[in-house]
């Protein structure tokens, strides 16, 4: 689990085809690693990658083939920038929200603009996951908690402080640029709890309006 707060930005360092995956190097910069060991997990830019070794200057994973075709990982090069952030313990603040480091979807930057000493970003997410991005809830993006400050359709906007900007990749965003996107966990959870005994049928995909309805949400 993650808290969405970056840690470091770091470089890739290289990226390998290993049997069919991939295997990434990082240069993790200022990230601290004197308490990692083999086997620990880092968010990189939001997705989960286990720890299989550590070269002295960042640390090496393997990443699969599910992971490359629902992330923008797949894009990375040699010298490309990363967020990163360590697991958290349970002495760590939890100062962004609670972050599993599965990635959702892939959503695009559609316009960016300056808004006083901030930027404002439009972001559009996958049709598929608007439902679970509600205005002044939370999102992550590339690993970054951030607040939705408002919702239309299947795009979202946020406005990034200086502070973000810096510490984030966000700054190098531009009109087209690709994101790791994770919708709050308790939205994913309660739509599955509302499916009900529906939930065990293979043919249950989400909720439906039928559903609400029989469930009393929806009254005619």
């Given amino acids: 689990m993650f808290t969405g707060i970056i840690q470091a930005i770091g470089r890739v360092a290289s990226l390998a085809s290993k049997g069919g995956d991939l295997r990434l190097t990082i240069q993790s910069g200022q990230l601290d690693l ?11 830019n939001g997705i989960c990658l286990t720890v299989i070794d550590l070269p002295g200057d960042g640390f090496s994973a393997d990443v699969s083939r599910e ?7 797949h894009k990375l090069q040699p010298g490309s920038q990363v967020n990163l952030e360590k697991a958290l313990t349970l002495n760590t603040r939890l100062g962004g929200h ?35 991005i509600a205005h002044k809830g939370s999102i992550c993006i590339d690993g970054t908690s951030l607040t939705v400050n408002g919702v239309e359709g299947a795009r979202f906007d946020l406005n990034i402080v200086p502070h973000t900007l810096k510490q ?11 994101v790791n ?40």
């Fill in 34 to 44: 004197s308490d990692v060991v083999l086997g620990d997990s880092i968010a990189t």
């Fill in 67 to 73: 992971t490359t075709s629902l992330t923008t990982l």
């Fill in 98 to 132: 609670l972050v599993s480091g599965h990635v959702d979807g892939v959503g695009r930057i559609v316009q960016r603009k300056d808004d006083g000493r901030s930027v404002r970003f439009i972001v559009e997410a996958p049709d598929e996951l608007a439902r679970y």
């Fill in 168 to 178: 984030t990749i966000m700054e190098a965003y531009r009109e087209g640029s690709e």
């Fill in 181 to 220: 996107l994770e919708v709050d966990q308790i939205a994913r959870y309660l739509e599955r709890l509302m499916l009900g005994d529906q939930a065990a049928k293979p043919s249950a995909s989400g909720l439906t309006e039928a559903l609400l309805q029989a469930r009393g949400f929806i009254r005619t």
